[in-house]
Structure formats: C-alpha cells, structure tokens
C-alpha cells in the first residue's frame, strides 16, 4: 500500500482511528449515469469505487473477511461524494452500500457538516452481497429517512436482492440486474417477466431502473415496449 489513498481523506475531520482506517484505502471513484428513459437526459450518477491494483470484488472480500466493511462503507460515502463535488455534478448521487453496515451517528454527522448541499439528493443503493444486519438496518433506515434520503434495490434478482428483499427495504427503486436485461428483445421469458414486474412495482410506488444495457435493439425494446423509469448501461454511458 502507498503512504496516501488516491482520494486524500485527511482533507475532512476524521476521528484518528477513523482516518488511520482510510487512508490504508488506494481507492478511487468513477461515475455511471442514470439516464430518464423517456427523454434519455441524466437524472443521476452511481458512484463505483475503483481500489488501485486489485478489482472491488476483491477488496470487498479481503475486508469482510477482517470484519471491516464498515471502513468500505465509510470510505465509499465520503469519498464518492468528493469526487463528485470535485467533477461538479449536480444530479442525485447513488452510494453503493452493505445491508450488513452502518455508519454511527458521529460520521453521519459529519458527512452533513462537510456536504449540506447533499441533503434529500443521496440515493443509498442496497447491494446483494453480504448477509442483512437487521438491527443496523433500522439504524440506518432512521438515517435516511431523516436525511430525506431514497434507497434503491441493487441488481434484483441475483444474490439476496429478491422478491422478499423489496417487501424488507420498501425501496424507492429496484434496478433490473444485467442478466434480466441482457438480449431482452429476442427473449420472451425475460419480456414477460419484466411487464410482469414493473407492473407489480408500480402499483406500490416503486420506480424501475434498467442495468446492463449494451445494445441499441436493447434500449429501443426496453423505451418502446416496456414502462420502465430509468435506464443505465455501457451503450449508454461507461464508467468514467
């Protein structure tokens, strides 16, 4: 590891152990669009985190098995919201997070202090690995309630990110995994399911994002054929 993280996190008010924690962390972050499926302008950008050397599958790995998640979650709410301060962004921001974590009131604290702008424009998007912690879950479900903040449903349909996950988390939004979108318009089984689905989400408020749109046959199935709200893809937009 080097001396600093590619995002310096001694820029903001850590507690020392805090910051010891992060600044082990060489990480940066890139930014995916989320795109109106109507009018195709941007309505938001998820941050990906992008640790130096190794992929996020395998730096997740490596801290769950020290049991410090936490630091990952910390780290991917503060240093997402830099870079996106930096770039000058002005949508929602989408902030992949654990069911398994939380942060204390004391970082959550200082997150407002250091971003008030970010108030009510925070999307928590809820991840598929790692087992649900049902009591941090309620701490930070009071959080974002709070903070006038939404929670989206990552990649439904793989993981722990399933029919009886919506009914837990009541999201704001699910977003289709890329396995449900991947070659849609020559898929009956995937076309049924989904009508089936955004229908079913619909008539309980919830808005639908499509992930993991390659081709144009893809998105012009998915704007001309289907209800869904939002749309994100490499056809669309990569990670920059």
Excluded at 191 to 199: D, M, S
Aim: proline share 3%; net charge negative; hydrophobic share 35%.
């Amino acid at each position: 590891m080097g001396e600093t993280s590619v995002i310096d996190f001694r820029e903001l008010q850590f507690q020392q152990e805090d910051l010891e924690e992060l600044i082990q962390l060489e990480i940066d972050f890139v930014f995916q669009p989320i795109f109106d499926a109507k009018n195709l302008e941007i309505s938001a950008y998820e941050a990906l985190m992008r640790p130096k050397g190794k992929t996020p599958l395998t730096l997740i790995d490596e801290y769950q098995r020290m049991g410090k998640l936490h630091v990952i979650e910390l780290a991917t709410c503060f240093g997402a919201t830099m870079e996106y301060k930096r770039r000058g962004y002005s949508k929602d921001l989408c902030l992949n997070s654990f069911p398994s974590e939380v942060m204390s009131r004391d970082q959550i604290k200082l997150y407002f202090q250091q971003f008030p702008e970010m108030d009510g424009r925070i999307v928590v998007e809820m991840l598929e690995y790692t087992e649900l912690n049902k009591y941090k879950w309620s701490d930070k479900k009071d959080e974002i309630s709070y903070h006038e903040m939404r929670v989206s449903l990552d990649d439904y349909s793989t993981g722990n990110n399933d029919i009886s996950a919506v009914d837990f988390f009541l999201p704001h939004y699910v977003k289709f995994d890329i396995s449900m979108i991947s070659n849609v318009h020559n898929d009956e089984a995937k076309q049924a399911k989904i009508h089936e689905l955004v229908e079913q989400f619909h008539e309980r408020g919830i808005e639908v994002v499509a992930e993991g749109i390659e081709t144009v046959e893809e998105l012009e199935y998915l704007r001309k054929k289907t209800d869904i709200d939002y749309l994100q893809g490499f056809y669309l937009a990569m990670p920059a």
